[in-house]
């Protein structure tokens, strides 16, 4: 994590990271003023604070209460050498809770990650640079000595070469790169997270069985995402952006639809358009983009190469964004390389899909197969000897498709967690599949897991599908577990060169019918591919493209940013926008515009039910703004002072809509229940002096909005790349 600090005023500094800012002084004693704790004190107070939050985790995977626990942490100083101290971290814990308990809270204390990395001893690094921003990949710490060359299966470079290549190219586009996180809670199954210091919001999860196969992972997803635009999907790009040459890529294409908002001619293709608009309801207009937010330039579209016959066919972008996630994009050393990868991963989620809807059941691997691959074996004994149970499946039906699948069972909870991975390589294939498990999770993630379940329909549900896919934490059936499988076990094998396992897979699809699709990016620098396969390797349902595509924020994004400076018909015409689009009142505002707010302000954790309660408020129509409120009230998980601000919202309104009630009566009272500031923003609200309280001002020159800034900013660097890039090749 990048902590960039400023001097403020006398001795006070500002130390900022992510979406936080901490403010440190000095006492006056040492000639500060005392207005805040000094950098010594956070760090005292991180230590008892990790501690706390490790015992909370302990407590709620065990439905123990937390509300009469008590920790304190007092530090012991040497009194002749003040670097030597003690810790002292003591628990009160009530009577009832069990010994077992006791000890295991005990335990959840010495994990405490503060406490680890001062055991450990960490090492400081100090030095002079020229450019704080300049100087990236400062924090990538697996480098190649030169002497190194650690080759893997399906690389076709070394491991080394591969971490030098991916980081220069991210250097070189001025990003800096920071490691988060590793985690190694099993033999040979290693993940960590890394993002753009500047842009946090742009960020990869790596794994793999070493630590340097992880950090390739996490380089080559990051790659590949800032390739296919996916760090910025659903996002306003901001007016420089939308009105420049191109938005997306150099060689996009932009159509018009039709008089009556027809497809146009050109777009998509004959096998294309009868998989997206099967009954015949999609229309251009549903295919604005989302990004640049300027229908009057049409349908931004993307070439893509048609493998059957190497026609060039137009897709919008939108319907990439709405369909598709991150499903069918790859970056690897050579082409051939990300082909293979983004295959596997294809097959691996449809392949899934398959069966967990139909709720099939899976051959064993045989204890023999496994034993070819002692490593994972080990893993899987590390896990096991954690109380998981784990089962590992051949996930081919029946030698069809390359993907293995592990399963780990918590017996402890009752959940159950089914991991994929797929791969032309059954070794391959199998380790990703632990790997993939194990992905950014700790022993106690592992109390999260959903249990299986005999109910067909929460199984099939099309959002479960969609839980699988983000992260594998969606519902399986019980019918997944039985000794009956639907298909043989079957040793199978599709590996060869990166090419003839390219074909293979590309094969396959052929064989089952599919067309594929693929458009290849290099102008960072790595080859990229994105494959889709309509019908095929799809995340959401085609109708969204009419009933929930993510350009609705067209309709509200410039009036939500500017709700400041709207007229009251203005506003009565937001609201009735929103009535009418039946949309789910709990939905972020985050979600519908495509604005990244700060998640700590009000902007940040705005629904549609409160901002159509403010708009009531403002528009002076306090019946409808006190159902609202109570609403609001009943399913609020808001902070608790926005809570509190209802509270008083809601009993000032119960005031005034009752004639035999006078405010004034009740005025001493709320003011010490709720506070002077609480009740008279309250008041302000209901009698129109206040307005929108708690949201600042903004526009869609998005003013304020440095999260949303700092992720434009990521991507005006990828921006000007490929202009630079462009303008070379003319």
Known sequence: MEIKVNYLDNLRLEAKFDD????????????????????FDYFLASSAMCAAYFVKVYCNTRNIPTDNIRLSQNNIVDPEDRYKQIFRIQVELPEDISDRDRQGIVRSIERCTVKKVVQAGPDFQIELVDNLDDDTQALLTVRPDGE????????DLPLEQTIANMSAILADLGMKIEIASWRNIVPHVWSLHIRDAASPMCFTNGKGATKEAALCSALGEFIERLSCNFFYNDQYF????ANSEFVHYPNEKWFQPGPKGEMPAGLLDDHCLAIYDPDGELLGTHLFDTNSGTPERGICAIPYVRQSD???VYFPSNLIENLYLSNGMSAGNTL????????????????????????????????????????????????????????VKDASLGGQFPVMCVTLMNPRT????????????????????????????????????????????????????????????????WRFFSARPTHA?????????????????????????????????????????????PGYSEVYPVEDLVWDNTNMALRFREDILGLHRLSDKALVALVERLEES?????????????????????????????????????????????????????????????????????????????????????LVNFRRMFGDAILDAAIGSVDGTVRFHGLTPTSMALEGLDRHLRLIDSYKKLHAARRKKSAAAR
């Open 489 to 533: 076990f079957c040793d199978w094998d599709f590996s060869g060169s990166n090419e003839d396992e390219a074909a293979t897979l590309f094969g396959i699809l052929e064989d089952l019918g599919h067309e594929c699709y693929m458009a290849v990016f290099e102008d960072l620098g790595a080859p990229v591919c994105r494959i889709l396969v």
């Open 148 to 155: 190194a060359a650690t080759f893997i299966e399906g690389k």
């Open 310 to 312: 190497g026609e060039v």
């Open 414 to 477: 009752g959940g159950v967690f089914a991991s994929f991975g797929a791969h032309p390589s059954f070794q391959v294939a199998l380790e990703r599949s632990l790997t993939e498990l194990l992905q950014g999770r700790s022993f106690e993630g592992l109390n999260d897991l959903p249990a299986p379940t005999f109910n067909s329909m929460a199984v099939t549900e099309p959002n479960n599908y969609v839980e699988h896919f983000i992260d594998s934490s969606g519902v399986i059936s």
């Open 238 to 241: 901001g007016q420089d952006i």
């Open 582 to 666: 039946e949309l789910d009142t709990y939905m972020k505002i985050i979600t519908l515009i495509g604005i990244e707010f700060d998640e700590n302000t009000v902007w940040g954790q705005l629904t549609i039910l409160e901002l159509k309660l403010l708009i009531y408020l403002a528009l002076g129509e306090l019946e409808e703004a006190r159902e609202l409120v109570e609403t609001f009230l009943q399913f609020n998980d808001n902070t608790v002072e926005r809570g509190r601000f209802y509270q008083a919202m809601q009993a000032v309104l119960e005031v005034t809509l009752d004639d035999e009630l006078a405010l004034e009566d009740y």
């Open 336 to 391: 051939p390389e990300a082909q293979v990868q983004c295959l596997s991963e294809i097959f691996e989620r449809a392949v899934k899909k398959e069966i967990i809807e139909n709720e099939i059941a899976l051959p064993d691997v045989p204890e023999a197969v496994l034993a070819r691959y002692p490593h994972i074996q080990e893993g899987i004994r590390a896990l096991e000897a954690q109380g998981f149970p784990v089962l």
């Open 20 to 39: 936080f800012t901490v403010i440190s002084d000095q006492p006056i004693r040492y000639k500060g003023d005392g207005s805040a704790p000094g950098p």
